[in-house]
Structure formats: C-alpha cells, structure tokens
C-alpha cells in the first residue's frame, strides 16, 4: 500500500522523516512532548494542529505565545502539562511557529526532529535560519 502524505499505510505507520528527508529523531522526553505524548514531533491526520516544529523555548516566546492565547508556560497538572520553561523543547504547531516568525518572536529548532510535516506551514530555508543543528 502507498503511504499518504502523513507517512500511514492503511492504518499502520510508516517510518516518519524529518524535514532534512532523515529518520525523525526524538524531541524531548523531560517535558514529554508531541501529539501522541512520546517524545517525538509525529503527526496523523487526527492531528489537526501539526505538533510537528521540535522548537526550544526562551522566555520572550513563552511571553509572545501566552498574548496570543497559547499559554504554554502554565502547568495544567489536570492535563499532565507541566508548564515549559526557557530552555526545554516541545513539538510546537507548525502553524503556530510560523506565526511567531512572522511577528519576530520565532524560537530556535531542532531540524532532526522536526518532522517533514511542517513544510506544509513553513519554510526549509525558514527553519533552516533558526536551526540549533546545522554545522
């Protein structure tokens, strides 16, 4: 069976790639992150969000996200959310990231775990600018 644009066979799950056309890798486990809470910045057609933009917070996007209605700096224990801080990563809608590279506030990637996804919403030569993992 093809695999659809998501990287799903059928039902079952093909392997994921990131937007440099490499395995996905892991964004963090310690906030655990991603649409499916396994560390990874995978997506599905029920992800309708695009968790797909592994970003590394500052505390001037935390503050840019919360003004515009996106508080991901308050735990939300009820939710198993533990609040981010400067510093952790989190698998960031695409959508969401490119609306704060659009206003200035954009945080730093991780292209390797970045998952090809986000190129529906984003630039490769966007995300390549705010790489942590280019040399």
Same mark, same amino acid.
């Given at each position: 069976m093809p695999l !659809? !644009?998501? %990287?799903? &066979? +059928? %039902?079952?799950? +093909?392997? &994921?790639?990131?937007?440099?056309?490499g395995k996905l890798e892991d964004c963090s486990l310690d906030p655990m992150t991603g649409f499916f809470?396994? +560390?990874?910045c995978d997506t599905a057609p029920e992800d309708v969000g695009s968790h797909t933009v592994c970003c590394v917070v500052t505390a001037e996007f935390l503050m840019y996200s919360k003004k515009a209605g996106n508080d991901l700096s308050t735990p939300m224990p009820e939710y198993g959310f533990p609040g981010l801080k400067a510093g952790d990563r989190w698998c960031?809608?695409?959508p969401r990231w490119q609306q704060a590279f659009e206003a200035g506030h954009a945080p730093r990637i991780v $292209?390797?775990?970045?998952?090809?996804?986000? $190129?529906?919403?984003? &630039?490769? !030569? !966007? $995300?390549?600018n705010y790489a942590i993992d280019l040399s």
């Open positions: !659809d !644009d998501h %990287g799903w &066979s +059928g %039902g079952r799950r +093909g392997v &994921s790639k990131n937007v440099l056309g809470r396994n +560390g990874c960031l809608c695409a $292209l390797r775990a970045t998952h090809e996804g986000a $190129l529906e919403f984003c &630039s490769l !030569d !966007d $995300l390549k």
